[in-house]
């Protein structure tokens, strides 16, 4: 009985052997076939051919071309044939199936029936920190081509046969030929109007190669603005002066309709994305005209506006500075021609203003400055966050009037003669609502308000002076009858010099509040109206009222009332009034210069139209 077994072990061993013998054969045949494929047919064919043979059950394209579907149709049928051999043997060696060899079938059902998966959070053996992570990923959630184990794992740690590696990337190309087809569809489909697209991006290519040969400058960006203004200004109240005819009464001079113009180039110049070199020409021709805020005319600054420039026709640089950031949250400047408010991380209002004495929130207490040579930094909080968040804003800077001038006793940089102005601001807000604070210490002779009564903007009388501005301002976030309000109040206290006469100036003031309507009426158009009162003279020295000497009665009310037609985007025309109820304050009816005779009442009423082209 064990020798009948042993015999029937013995044989099955044979067969066993045989069979693998035979199936070597068979895979080197079926090497055989397909590097003859790929010689005689083409690289696609000999591609078909083995899959064709490795995986019967899954459908295979063959080559486009006629002849090579051909060569892969006779391949097989010889293949067919030499299969017949070792499948007869399978068939006399039933003890064989237990064999360890891999089957090829094996694969192909492992392909079709795994757990397809759409995220690779389904395998629970698979961890972010497994260096092929991000790899399986894609193949996954981008050409689902990945198959997993029933139980939900992948088992990434085993080897893989070249059998799994043909059917994971045949299943992954399968992927990639139906996105392929897919595209070719689309295109065929929109092939008119890519054709139609294509001719565009053509002509875009040519235009823009075309600006690169011509531009201006490769760092520097040019923007300009041109200002017509025509306007004229009427006096009234029962001051006589020496621009009445003294025959019939009637005002002279600067009542005539006047018009002007001021034109603006901007040179902004970036040499790293973040830093700025700004140039500004300017010209106009508004000499000493009512509106140029020379002292050469009758008012002075009071009616000056933002739109004038008395230079007579004459292009100048008018603006020169170079800005940087410093880390992330600091901006430094620095140029031989700057105002010290144009170095401030917040601006102290928002109403646009038409008479520039209602600049800045009240033209202008601390933020006063001649155009000079300066310097200074500024600091926002978390400068990069999010626009909306609430900021501190810090700046401090120094201007100096007489910067450019060498001579010590004359001028220089931080000296006694520099005519400097030290300022400092605080400010906390987000772009909807801002509160600040401002302190400006100035030497004589610099600029410590730029419009006001005579006697409230004098820049002679005193050593020097401590300046303070409080502002404030609130902005709808969207546009209605609610209107943008800003507010400003600055207080000047001046220590006088030695010797000072009785009557002059030791405390100054200035106010104003300014509404704003956006989008009033039409979309677009702007809506503007200010109150208050420029810087005005309310303590001199002398002052007592016990002994008859009363206080000054320097007080001016002013008032403007304008409407933006926005007839483009590049064009606005702007009508305005304004009126001022007492522009000489103290000196109404008191100034020999003016011919006055005691009178005590002398008013400006005010009317342009400011046509203003950007480009």
């Known amino acids: ?26 895979y080197q045949m079926t090497r055989a076939l397909v590097l003859y494929a790929k010689r005689v047919c083409d690289v696609q064919a000999g591609v078909s051919v083995f899959f064709k043979l490795h995986f019967p059950q899954r459908t ?48 192909s059902d492992y392909a079709a029936s795994g757990e397809q998966v759409t995220s690779i959070t389904q ?102 603005k041109a200002e017509f203004t025509i306007g004229a200004q009427s006096y009234g109240g029962d001051e006589t002066n020496n621009l009445q005819d003294p025959a019939t009464g009637e005002y002279l001079g600067d009542t005539g309709t006047v018009f002007s113009y001021r034109t603006t180039l901007n040179l902004n110049t970036s040499f790293t994305g973040k830093d700025l070199l700004y140039t500004r020409l300017r010209t106009g021709n508004f000499g000493d005209n009512g509106f140029s805020g020379k002292s050469d005319s009758y008012t ?16 100048k640089v008018d603006k020169l500075w170079y ?7 600091f901006q430094v400047f620095a140029g031989p021609l700057i105002e010290n408010y144009y170095m401030l991380a917040a601006t102290p209002g928002v109403y646009k203003h038409v008479l520039k004495q209602f600049k800045l929130g009240g033209y202008y207490g601390a933020y006063g400055a001649s155009t000079s040579p300066g310097a200074g930094i500024n600091w926002i909080s978390n400068r990069n966050a999010d626009y909306s968040d609430p900021k501190f804003k810090v700046s401090v800077n120094y201007v100096a009037k007489n910067g450019a001038k060498s001579d010590p006793n004359d001028g220089g940089i931080a000296g006694d003669r520099s005519k400097g102005k030290f300022l400092s601001q605080i400010a906390y807000g987000t772009p909807s609502w801002q509160v600040s604070a401002a302190y400006a210490y100035s030497q004589a002779g610099m600029t410590v308000g730029g419009a006001g009564t005579p006697l409230g903007k004098s820049t002679s009388g005193y050593d020097d002076a401590n300046q303070f501005n409080l502002n404030a301002y609130y902005q709808p976030l969207d546009s209605g009858w609610i209107p943008s309000i800003s507010v400003g109040w600055s207080l000047t206290s001046f220590n006088l010099e030695d010797g000072a006469a009785d009557g002059t100036r030791q405390q100054a003031q200035g106010w104003l509040v300014g509404l704003n309507w956006q989008d009033a009426f039409m979309r677009g158009n702007r809506l503007g109206f200010a109150v208050g009162q420029p810087q005005f003279v309310t303590q ?67 009317g342009l139209v400011l046509t203003t082209f950007k480009f």
Request: hydrophobic share 40%; net charge neutral; proline share 4%.
């Open 123 to 224: 395998f629970s053996d698979v961890y972010p920190t497994d260096w092929a992570y991000q790899a399986l990923s894609n193949l996954i959630e981008r050409y689902g081509c990945v198959a997993g184990y029933p139980n939900g794992t992948y088992r990434g740690n085993r080897a893989m046969t070249r059998f799994e590696a043909a059917a994971l990337l045949n299943a992954c190309l399968d992927r990639v030929t139906e996105v392929t087809d897919e595209l070719k569809r689309l295109m065929k489909e929109f092939e008119k109007e890519l054709a139609i697209l294509k001719g565009r991006v053509d002509g875009l290519e040519a235009r823009v190669g075309e600006l690169e040969a011509t531009q201006f400058s490769t760092t520097t960006k040019l923007t300009g």
């Open 540 to 606: 001199i020295k002398g002052t007592d009222p016990s002994n008859g000497k009363k206080y000054p009665a320097d007080g001016n009310y002013a008032f403007e009332l304008y409407y933006d037609f926005q007839v483009t985007d590049n064009i606005t025309v702007t009508p305005a009034l304004f009126y001022l109820s007492r522009p000489f304050g103290q000196e109404t009816g008191d100034s020999a210069a003016r011919g006055g005779t005691g009178a005590d009442q002398f008013s400006t009423l005010g």
């Open 1 to 26: 009985m064990n020798l009948v077994r042993f015999n029937s072990l013995e044989k099955s061993s044979v067969i066993i052997q045989r069979t693998r013998r035979a199936r070597a054969a068979t």
């Open 60 to 107: 295979i394209k063959f080559p486009s071309t006629h002849f090579a579907s051909s060569c892969v149709r006779i391949i097989l049928k010889l293949f067919q044939q030499l299969l017949v051999a070792p499948a007869a043997l399978g068939l006399l060696a039933p003890l064989a199936a237990n064999a360890t060899e891999l089957n090829i079938n094996g694969v």
């Open 300 to 315: 002075g600054s009071q009616t000056q506006i933002e739109a004038s420039k008395s230079s007579a026709n004459s292009l």
């Open 323 to 329: 800005q940087f950031p410093l880390g992330n949250d």
